[in-house]
């Protein structure tokens, strides 16, 4: 593994504009599960598919908030692992570095990487069923005690601003996305199955336009096939170790 985190470091000190695409695996170690592990307790009697829908919503507008509530709960005592702040660091070594998370705990802006595109929204912010009313927090309904809230400038009921299935993503956040991934000189792909669109298309966009593609998973995905080097192993403890070593390669030192 040292070899490969040695030829990742070299690939990468040569990057001028790195992407840094994450997935569900990048915050597996601040005790978030990912998206596809089986729900615990009260939760695991619901399907994750049928929750995060408008329908779901529509359906049960407290129960779904009430889901929502227990994982921005999870989300709210997260701290960042090393491998969200070994990204943030990366924005000390290389010229433009870049986010692209499918992630929606908030987690990397936590850490310090001041450049994310969130594909799928923020759990952090809220916004009315209408759309109309956009990056509420949660302090702007505070004052409010009924399940779901209700829009402070509408009142139409409020919902997370993050994208249920069956939903577009949002047009801005999806164009600089493929903007970037055909631009970038490097990808760095850590702890996405690869399994959801449009998200897993960038990897290859970034091959295809000439980029190298480094991907980080615990297990082979659907990305290592696209990737130039694949380096198996916890986002915590292979992503500080690629800084580590990219620290002393931009340096030239490596020989
Ligand atoms: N470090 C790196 N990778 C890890 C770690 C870890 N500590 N732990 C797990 N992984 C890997 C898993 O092997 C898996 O390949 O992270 C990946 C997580 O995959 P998913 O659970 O499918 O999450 P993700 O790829 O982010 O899903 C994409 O699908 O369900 C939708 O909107 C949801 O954003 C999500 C999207």
Redo the contacts with the bound molecule.
């Keep these: 593994m040292q070899n490969q985190i040695q030829a990742a470091a070299r690939r990468l000190a040569e990057c001028r504009k790195l992407v840094v695409l994450t997935?569900?695996?990048?915050s597996?170690?601040s005790g978030i599960p990912?998206?596809?592990?089986a729900q615990e307790g009260l939760w695991a009697q619901y399907d994750p598919m049928e929750m995060a829908t408008q329908e779901g919503y529509l359906r049960n507008p407290p129960l779904v908030w009430r889901w929502y509530e227990y994982r921005f709960g999870m989300v709210e005592a997260a701290q960042p692992n090393p491998?969200h702040r070994a990204i943030a660091d990366l924005e000390q070594i290389l010229p433009q570095v870049t986010v692209v998370t499918?992630?929606?705990d908030g987690l990397h802006q936590v850490a310090g990487s001041t450049d994310v595109v969130e594909l799928?929204g923020s759990i952090r912010r809220f916004k009315c069923l209408s759309e109309r009313h956009t990056g509420f927090t949660r302090a702007d309904f505070a004052d409010q005690a009924e399940i779901p809230p209700h829009c402070p400038r509408c009142g139409d009921l409020l919902r997370p601003e993050v994208?249920w299935f069956g939903e577009n993503l949002p047009m801005d956040a999806l164009s600089r996305a493929f903007d970037l991934a055909e631009t970038c000189d490097a990808m760095l792909v850590?702890?996405?199955?690869?399994?959801?669109q449009p998200?897993a298309s960038l990897p290859f966009l970034a091959r295809r336009a000439g980029a190298v593609v480094i991907d980080?998973?615990?297990?082979r995905?659907e990305i290592a096939c696209v990737s130039h080097i694949f380096l198996q192993?916890?986002?915590?403890e292979v992503l500080p170790a690629l800084v580590a070593v990219l620290r002393v390669a931009s340096r030239g030192d490596l020989g």
């Design positions: 997935g569900a695996g990048v597996k170690e990912t998206f596809r592990e491998g499918q992630n929606i799928h994208v850590v702890g996405t199955s690869g399994a959801v998200a980080v998973n615990t297990e995905d192993g916890p986002g915590g």
